[in-house]
């Protein structure tokens, strides 16, 4: 009997066909695939989000309304910067895929340096607002306006950390499939927030001074 299992054991090592186990490895696209997910869900805390704004709105409580408040012409500038930073990262992208490891890193640390300029931009408004005394406290109006502007600037906070992050694991690694897939997952978030921007420039600031 024993001399069986001697035998199996061996004809099984012989022909790796027979055994029955498999290694695990990771999926090529189980990344990207979570990743969607991900936006998916974030997509609703922003769809919550102007919901409370299209409901909130208007209810200015005797206080200040958006067409006093707005002052489209910075919120254009800070609407060209992220828009810009989507420019410099699909460049980043391009030179990726070329394996020029040099010129992927320029451009994103261009893009970074667009983000944080839209993050000040932002936290400049948000200070003259509270300034002015149209904090968050004041009315449902600007309840909901910080609620749904301070939201995207923390996610454009978070994709600029990622970027520094990527850019120290692009010195060490390289080009490598590990940092295409991050460069990927990146770009689809980056992209999003500016999708999401250009609804509450829309949404918000252009029918916010609105009568």
């Not at 999926?27 to 409901?55: H, I, K, N, R």
């Not at 667009?114 to 004041?138: D, S, V």
């Not at 997952?185 to 999003?192: A, N, Q, V």
Request: net charge negative; aromatic share 14%.
């Amino acid at each position: 009997m024993s001399e069986i299992t001697a035998q199996s054991a061996g004809a099984m090592s012989a022909d790796p066909s027979a055994r029955f186990y498999v290694h695990e490895h990771h999926p090529e696209q189980g990344t990207l695939l979570g990743f969607w997910l991900y936006l998916m869900s974030d997509c609703l805390v922003f769809a919550c989000l102007f919901a409370a704004y299209a409901v909130l709105g208007r209810n200015y409580a005797g206080g200040p309304t958006g067409a006093e408040l707005f002052d489209l012409s910075l919120v254009a500038i800070n609407t060209a910067f992220l828009l810009l930073s989507s420019i410099t990262y699909g460049f980043a992208m391009l030179e990726s895929q070329r394996n020029k490891l040099k010129s992927t890193m320029v451009w994103l640390v261009i893009t970074g340096l667009f983000g944080l300029a839209f993050l000040a931009l932002e936290l400049y408004e948000f200070h003259h607002l509270i300034h002015e005394g149209a904090g968050p406290q004041r009315s449902g109006f600007l309840t909901s306006f910080f609620a749904l502007v301070a939201t995207h600037g923390l996610h454009v906070t978070f994709g600029t950390i990622w970027l520094v992050t990527l850019l120290f694991q692009l010195n060490r690694h390289g080009l490598s499939q590990a940092n295409h897939r991050r460069l990927m997952c990146l770009s689809m978030f980056w992209h999003f927030l500016d999708v999401i921007w250009i609804g509450v420039f829309t949404f918000v600031y252009l029918m916010g001074v609105l009568p």
